[in-house]
């Protein structure tokens, strides 16, 4: 508006107040096998005001100094545990999970470090030395487990 009067209306502008979400929980360990890892996953607390399109899982190449880029592309983007395949016997990996909105990714998850291994069995033959014990503890003999899982204990 001047003095002479009011102008023409602007085109309508639609703003969304939101940005990319907030980043979601950090993996947690399930289970493994001596080629595989499974991580459990949970939404994150914060859409950043977008509806969350869906999740990402990423991990490192298994040496532990490489960058946690590799996108598990199989994963579905939406349950709440996902099993890697193909990982080398007795390797470390890292992973993290992203959420994404229209806006973009989140930032990564906290890192969950899992080696692709079997878990090893139970000691066996476990007794008490009772002479090397006393009132207020116990000393304890074991033998190590006949097999052993493919990553050093």
Known sequence: MNLIGEGAWS?????KAAGVPLA???PTYISSTEDSVTIGLENTKDNGGSYILGYKIKRDAGDLSSPVDIEETDYDGASPQFTIT??????KYRFRYFATNE???SEPSLTVTVAASTLPEPPIDIEVDWTLSSKTSLFIRWSEPLTHPDAPI
């Open 24 to 26: 979601p929980p950090k």
């Open 11 to 15: 085109d309508i502008v639609k703003l």
């Open 103 to 105: 806006f973009g990714d």
């Open 86 to 91: 193909g990982l080398t016997p007795g390797v």
